[in-house]
């Protein structure tokens, strides 16, 4: 197919990249010309601005990091968009925002998917992406064959709106089961109980949560590589509080989480990876958090 991208950073990139090894003729765009330029050397042609991008293109990718950037890039790609275009917006974005850019599309000729992701930048390098996805069944089947081939799972919930609520919900739980964990691991050091213990019983007495399976071993790591910054949460953050409002939910929980996102940027750790969230908890409690080692497993009897 002739595909699109725009927005080649963490993500946006390595699904262009992923694009041009599959075989697509790729045209992309970014603010940063040194990425288009990276990726033309690997065989896609670099476009002079969104609107290029889509007079080029059959289906075009967008990851851009807010609301505000998705509507103002598309609507420069628009006004090149042929009649019977797709937009695929991979960024993470208001419900309401969603559905008045679909109805702005439409109402020239162009389609819109919505398709937030989980997974990150090593998912999006790895082709592990899970898409989640709300539009028309037509559009969603039109672009399924490429989400197959980026990811390893796609999920359509309904219409325009539906799949960044899906994501909006994922968010949610990730955010509040990583802090709940580090204030709890606070409480235990704090009060002298070894964590690596601590650890061991909670995955053992059923308690466990995504934070203790799969982020906690490597609560002694900083200053990692960002590939989902701390402001990119908090700004998560604040779409999930405004969704919540939009439909009438209570929402303690998620307030107090994009209180916690806001203090950690405001502290300075914006532009650092969202795992160093531990930073931010370690600073609130005044106690460090370290992890002993697993001990080695014992080798089995021959």
Do not use: Y
Not at 199 to 214: K, L, P, Q
């Amino acid at each position: 197919m002739r595909v699109g991208a725009i927005g080649l950073g963490n993500i946006g990139g390595a699904i262009a990249a992923n694009l041009i090894e599959d075989g697509h003729a790729v045209a992309v765009f970014d603010l940063a010309p040194e990425r288009a330029r990276a990726l033309a050397e690997r065989g896609a042609s670099a476009a002079a601005d969104p609107a290029a991008v889509a007079r080029a293109s059959e289906v075009t990718f967008l990851s851009l990091p807010t609301p505000e950037a998705v509507a103002s890039v598309a609507e420069a790609w628009l006004a090149g968009a042929p009649a019977g275009s797709v937009l695929v917006d991979l960024s993470t974005n208001s419900p309401a925002a969603v559905r008045a850019l679909g109805a702005r599309l439409a109402g020239s000729g162009a389609s819109l998917l919505e398709a937030p992701l989980t997974g990150g930048a090593p998912g999006a390098r790895a082709r592990q992406l899970v898409f989640l996805l709300g539009g028309e069944p037509a559009v969603v089947e039109r672009c399924r064959p490429l989400l197959e081939r980026l990811g390893r799972a796609v999920f359509h919930f309904g219409p325009l709106g539906a799949g960044n609520t899906a994501k909006l919900v994922n968010s949610l739980l990730a955010f509040t089961s990583t802090w709940v964990s580090l204030e709890g691991l606070s409480l235990a050091a704090r009060s002298g109980l070894d964590l690596r213990t601590l650890v061991e019983a909670v995955r053992t007495g059923g308690a466990s949560n995504f934070f203790i399976d799969r982020m906690v071993e490597a609560i002694g790591q900083r200053g990692r590589p960002a590939n989902f910054s701390l402001a990119l949460a908090a700004k998560d953050a604040g779409l999930i509080e405004a969704a919540m409002a939009e439909q009438g939910v209570p929402a303690p929980v998620a307030a107090a989480m994009a209180g916690v996102f806001r203090a950690a940027v405001a502290g300075g750790l914006g532009d650092r990876d969202w795992s160093d969230l531990v930073e931010h908890a370690e600073r609130e409690a005044g106690q460090k958090l370290e992890l002993r080692p697993k001990p080695a497993a014992e080798p089995r009897p021959a």
